[in-house]
């Protein structure tokens, strides 16, 4: 407990400001969906522009965002933006009130762009506040709370989606806006010295390719950036697929939906959990092969076999539970590299590649649902595929895998 309350800030800052970002994009989709819509927008296509509006700005913005970690307090970035939020969320608001879908969606891409800033900022702040031996842990409980705002976001979405009030969805997001302002002014932390330079690359191609070759010096950071942006374009495919597959084969209402969902996430917030606790003060990168096996399991078993719903939901949480394991040790290892002042320029890089990623998923999901006429099964099954290639690169770019693995299991 004692380790947990120097980090409760920034874990109850990203826990607030996850929960906004999915509680505005479920309640689109859930909502939105009895609204007076365009022709052309049905329900998969909804789920995919929402879903590409809160990843398409790290694409062009990330840049920008490691430029600002390096040069500013990370702190003073993180509260500024956190700040910008506000009036953003009250043109949602009014965008749910008249029923604008487009407004109600460049309100998600604005929210998008707002992250994509200062997001190398706040990843920066976790070696900051824990030093180099408590970055496993302080991986872990970030991304714990990260999944527990996508976990309660979703629920508290899909319950009002129910019983829709525009003043109660309105208080919710106003009131978690201006409460992430303020727990963010409280974070405490220690931060390095700020790097003058007017060394910015706005090229978001030119900026990859520069710092893919500056992570390149530092063993396994580029295979841990790909690992970790895997991760996310594995999970941003399951949540969409679970709201197809839950409505489609077990005739579940937005509630049952939302809890599914948010039964995803908690896999997720556990598996983050145990594997920053696992790891202790050390990176166990032999946790990434079992991860990676479990979740492909577990998606081979929802693609071929039709369970009943309780079994369902076991063989959801299990397979984000693998996703847990999987994802830390990837993000540890880029936050022990000793990166200096570059960390925001190679977080942002991880930002982009991540974003890639996810549209990349978003692609073959509409693809896929397009081609199969929404056959979740068949969205399953190209999910598992990712996994078992992710698998294969992890396996032949390095030996050194396969012994942390075997490393492991032994002890």
């Known amino acids: 407990m004692a380790q947990f309350r120097k980090w409760t800030h920034l874990f109850l800052s990203n826990y607030l400001g996850v929960f906004n970002d999915n509680f505005l994009k479920n309640s689109i989709i859930f909502v939105a969906l009895g609204w007076q819509l365009p022709g052309w927008l049905n329900e998969s296509q909804l789920i995919s522009i929402v879903s590409s509006c809160l990843v398409l700005p790290y694409l062009i913005f990330s840049p920008y965002g490691g430029r600002l970690?390096?040069?500013?307090k990370k702190k003073k970035v993180f509260v500024i933006f956190k700040l910008f939020e506000i009036p953003v969320l009250i043109l949602a608001a009014i965008a749910f009130y008249f029923q604008w879908i487009y407004i109600a969606i460049l309100s998600v891409l604005i929210m998008g762009i707002?992250?994509?800033?200062?997001?190398?900022s706040k990843y920066g702040l976790i070696r900051d506040i824990g030093g180099k031996e408590g970055v496993s842990y302080g991986s872990g409980g970030f991304e714990m709370m990260a999944f527990l705002g996508i976990l309660t976001g979703t629920i508290v979405a899909s319950v009002i989606s129910d019983t829709y009030s525009d003043q109660l969805f309105s208080s919710i997001l106003m009131l978690v806006a201006v409460l992430g302002y303020f727990v963010t002014k409280k974070i405490r932390v220690a931060e390095q010295p700020v790097e003058l330079t007017d060394d910015l690359k706005t090229d978001p191609f030119r900026f990859v390719v520069a710092t893919f070759r500056f992570a390149r010096q530092s063993r396994f950071v580029n295979s841990s950036?790909?690992?970790a942006a895997s991760f996310w374009l594995i999970g941003s495919m399951v949540q969409m697929n679970l709201i197809i597959h839950s409505a489609r084969v077990y005739h579940a209402s937005n509630t049952q939906t939302g809890l599914i969902m948010g039964c995803a996430a908690l896999g997720i917030a556990a598996g983050t959990y145990v594997a920053g606790v696992i790891s202790g003060k050390q990176v166990k990168k032999g946790l990434i092969i079992p991860g990676l096996l479990g979740m492909t399991l577990m998606l081979a078993l929802l693609a071929f076999v039709h369970l009943n719903w309780y079994l369902y939901i076991v063989a959801v949480f299990v397979t984000t539970f693998s996703g847990g394991l999987f994802q830390i040790p990837n993000l540890s290892v880029i936050q022990q590299t000793d990166l200096g002042r570059k960390a925001g320029d190679v977080f942002a890089y991880l930002?982009?590649?991540t974003f890639v990623l996810i549209l990349l998923g978003a692609v073959l999901f509409s693809l896929t649902t397009k081609?199969?006429?929404q056959n979740s099964y068949a969205v399953f099954g190209v999910i598992m595929l990712v996994c078992v290639a992710v698998g294969a690169y992890f396996l032949l770019v390095s030996p050194d895998y396969r012994k942390e693995t075997t490393k492991l299991l032994n002890s």
């Open 69 to 72: 970690a390096a040069i500013h």
């Open 114 to 120: 707002l992250s994509s800033m200062y997001s190398p």
């Open 225 to 227: 950036v790909l690992g």
């Open 351 to 353: 930002n982009i590649i």
């Open 371 to 373: 081609y199969t006429n």
